[in-house]
């Protein structure tokens, strides 16, 4: 079992920058692949990042690439994301999840949940 809290958002203006946190319980963290989601209101929930368990491999959605970087401690059973130059179409709320398996880019890869971050970018 793991249990993931996700802290950090808040409402920044458009350029400015903004770091989640993903505090992981659980033997299994370590294991574990790891990802960033996001669902703005009206939206599906989309891919943001993800990274292998041992933080060697980083996968980022297009839209984030250049401005966004996910990194893990395992030490601390902890899992980032950086988030520079925001935009106002990057308001949504985030969510941090654990990978099932080697799958990382859909929703279905995941079989763990955080409740989620605000991020609100205004112009």
């Known amino acids: 079992q793991v249990q993931l809290v996700e802290s950090g958002g808040g409402s920044v203006q458009a350029g400015g920058s903004l770091r989640l946190s993903c505090a992981a319980s659980g033997h299994t963290f370590s294991s574990r692949a790891m990802g960033w989601f996001r669902q703005a209101p009206g939206k599906e929930r989309e891919f943001v990042a993800a990274?292998?368990?041992?933080?060697?491999?980083?996968y980022y959605a297009d839209f984030v690439k250049g401005r966004f970087t996910i990194s893990r401690d395992n030490a601390k059973n902890t899992v980032y994301l950086q988030m520079n130059s925001l935009k106002p179409d990057d308001t949504a709320v985030y969510y941090c999840?654990?990978?099932?398996?080697?799958?990382?880019?859909?929703?279905?890869?995941?079989?763990?949940w955080g409740q989620g971050t605000q991020v609100t970018v205004s112009s």
């Open positions: 990274i292998s368990w041992s933080g060697g491999f980083t």
């Open positions: 999840a654990g990978a099932r398996g080697t799958g990382v880019v859909s929703l279905k890869d995941y079989d763990y």
